[in-house]
């Protein structure tokens, strides 16, 4: 990968290499996030005042389940957004 310096906007496709530092205007998301595997987590996501719903919860949010070996991806923002799994038929919509 190569690297260049540059200001100004920047949308990268392929991530970025080491730092990103400087002055950030407005929020920054990230869309993919994986969370260390955890058991439990069907319970969790859920539950719509869990933290895993109320608290940094992004599109694509990425969750790995141990318990089932199901990986969830947040579809929404809002705490009662539903979840996909990657099975392609389970969803959990808290509640």
Do not use: E, H
């Given at each position: 990968?190569?690297?260049?310096?540059?200001?100004?906007?920047?949308?990268?496709?392929?991530?970025?290499?080491?730092?990103?530092?400087?002055?950030?205007?407005?929020?920054?998301?990230?869309?993919?996030?994986?969370?260390?595997?955890?058991?439990?987590?069907?319970?969790?996501?859920?539950?719509?005042?869990?933290?895993?719903?109320?608290?940094?919860?992004?599109?694509?949010?990425?969750?790995?389940?141990?318990?089932?070996?199901?990986?969830?991806?947040?579809t929404g923002t809002?705490?009662?957004?539903?979840?996909?799994?990657?099975?392609?038929?389970?969803?959990?919509?808290?509640?």
């Amino acid at each position: 990968m190569a690297s260049t310096t540059f200001s100004g906007p920047v949308t990268s496709t392929n991530g970025f290499i080491g730092d990103v530092t400087g002055s950030v205007t407005g929020a920054v998301y990230s869309n993919y996030t994986i969370t260390p595997g955890q058991t439990g987590l069907a319970a969790a996501l859920g539950a719509v005042g869990n933290a895993l719903n109320t608290s940094g919860k992004v599109i694509g949010r990425t969750l790995v389940d141990l318990d089932d070996g199901l990986i969830y991806v947040a579809t929404g923002t809002a705490a009662a957004d539903p979840w996909k799994a990657s099975d392609g038929t389970t969803s959990i919509t808290p509640a």
